[in-house]
């Protein structure tokens, strides 16, 4: 007769076991060579670098990757369940119809963890309808302040990313970008970063940002509550950058400007985000 032997481990344990047996039975996923490749015990190192990559994409990223590798173009077709998400969104929010099946998107980043946010043409030239739309959601919740009296629209005009478009924008409690090497940068010095790929968020983009990780599971979570997200990609009419955060002391959302020269404060962040490629 054969012993058994059971081992007893946690819950936590246990679905981590759970996950390197569903790993383990996927393994043929990897061709002969780089099975290979792993197996050689120089190389054995890479695999927790592997898996780490995997670790820090997104719901969103992880729905997008099937499609994302099936060739070498820069763009493909929205996942169907990610369309129809933002079409809700849309509507429930904003009161705007959306048909955002077949839309094409760039392929999702894998350098940094990233949420798709799906924009209308309707809303992303128009931060006032955005902010009218999210400050009507969360008015049982919290307050909604603007630096002007005047519509968003005629405050803040100018917009690098504009028509209907999928972005991928980098998803965080608070605004994780802009700090190097311990210095804070300020909005002009990352709109020198531009020629290097490195684009960051519009003042709508940021907006619809804030209504669907407000909404998701219920969840009411507010974005940027101990930094600001500085919209890098929007100019007000009088040359100033936007920004938005969760003012502690205004108790809710607010937008407001600053110089684009200033020194970055510490609490000056910014949110990368990708854009489709045929957008200016």
């Known amino acids: 007769m054969k012993a058994t032997f059971t081992v007893h481990t946690d819950e936590k344990t246990s679905r981590r076991l759970t996950l390197g047996g569903m790993l383990a039975s996927n393994a043929g996923v990897f061709p002969d060579d780089q099975v290979e490749y792993f197996l050689r015990n120089e190389n054995r190192g890479q695999l927790p670098e592997l898996l780490s990559l995997v670790s820090r994409l997104g719901r969103d990223q992880r729905l997008a990757l099937p499609e994302a590798v099936k060739d070498d173009s820069r763009g493909m077709p929205v ?14 929010v904003w009161e705007i119809k959306a048909d955002f099946a077949g839309l094409i998107i760039p392929k999702p980043p894998t350098l940094f963890h990233a949420r798709l946010t799906l924009m209308h043409e309707k809303g992303s030239n128009s931060p006032e309808l955005l902010y009218r739309g999210n400050e009507k959601l969360m008015s049982g919740t919290c307050k909604h302040w603007k630096y002007c009296s005047k519509s968003l629209d005629k405050k803040v005009p100018t917009h690098n990313f504009t028509g209907t478009f999928g972005c991928w924008v980098e998803d965080a409690d608070e605004a994780p970008f802009g700090n190097l090497g311990g210095i804070n940068l300020h909005t002009n010095a990352v709109r020198e970063l531009r020629q290097f790929g490195v684009r960051t968020t519009t003042l709508p983009v940021r907006l619809a940002l804030g209504a669907d990780v407000y909404l998701e599971n219920d969840s009411k979570k507010q974005l940027d509550m101990d930094v600001v997200t500085m919209c890098a990609e929007s100019e007000t009419a009088d040359g100033s950058v936007p920004f938005v955060d969760f003012g502690r002391g205004r108790g809710g959302v607010c937008v407001n400007d600053c110089c684009p020269g200033g020194a970055g404060g510490g609490g000056t962040r910014f949110r990368r985000a990708v854009y489709p490629v045929q957008s200016s």
Do not use: F, T, V, Y
């Open 79 to 92: 996942p169907s369940d990610l369309a129809q998400h933002w079409e809700k969104r849309w509507k429930d």
